[in-house]
């Protein structure tokens, strides 16, 4: 004999509880001892409950997937670093300054009547007759006095505008010079290209 429907109310709601937290809380699949059973009253009514139906009354059972484990998402993985001082190579290192090129003098001749540029730091030196520094020639008679050129030291920037001139010179001096000449020339000309290019950029 059956029991009363409200018994079978009460074992349903059980019943449909328990399948509630197997799926919320990901439990592992019901054994024996828990199942939840589907069952047909007498009345026609379906059952769940978690005691067997009574013989000729049970129904399939619905299966209960368990929950699939929760897998934390994987950290990406960082590079490698030699250190975080260590010098970087991929980025553009600064130039560092051209050298000045060897020092030049800017001359004038002691009577002003020439200007020259000389790598020569010491002024050229001329022994002339007093009488033409004084401007008395009956006054010293034949004596003779040293006297020398003035010279300044050249800025880099004058220096490379001079090689550049130079540069020029040497070029329009070439097309006329004879061939004992262009040896020299040529000579010059090399060592004046290699400061502009080392000193001036070219």
């Known amino acids: 004999m059956h029991e009363p ?18 799926v919320v809380f990901g439990c592992p699949a019901a054994t024996a001892a828990d199942a939840i059973h589907k069952c047909r009253g007498a009345d026609g009514s379906l059952h ?13 059972t619905p299966i209960i997937a368990t929950a699939p484990e929760y897998e934390a998402p994987s950290e990406p993985a960082l590079p490698a670093h030699s250190g975080m001082d260590a ?18 003098f800017r001359c004038e001749r002691y009577d002003g009547q020439e200007q020259y540029v000389t790598a020569d730091p010491q002024p050229r030196r001329y022994q ?18 040293w006297v020398e050129d003035r010279c300044a030291p050249m800025t880099g920037r004058e220096q490379c505008a001079h090689l550049a001139a130079r540069r020029g010179e040497i070029a329009t001096r070439r097309r006329t010079a004879f061939r004992e000449e262009l040896a020299r020339l040529d000579d010059e000309l090399a060592r004046v290209r290699a400061d502009l290019a080392a000193h001036c950029g070219g």
């Open 5 to 22: 429907i409200e018994t079978h109310a009460v074992r349903a709601r059980r019943a449909i509880s328990i399948a509630a937290l197997l």
């Open 48 to 60: 769940y409950q978690d005691e067997p139906c009574a013989p000729g009354t049970a129904l399939p």
């Open 87 to 104: 010098a970087r190579t991929d980025v553009p290192q600064p130039r560092p300054p051209r050298a000045p090129p060897a020092p030049l």
């Open 128 to 145: 002339v007759p007093l009488w033409t520094v004084v401007g008395e020639a009956g006054a010293v008679g034949s004596a003779y006095t």
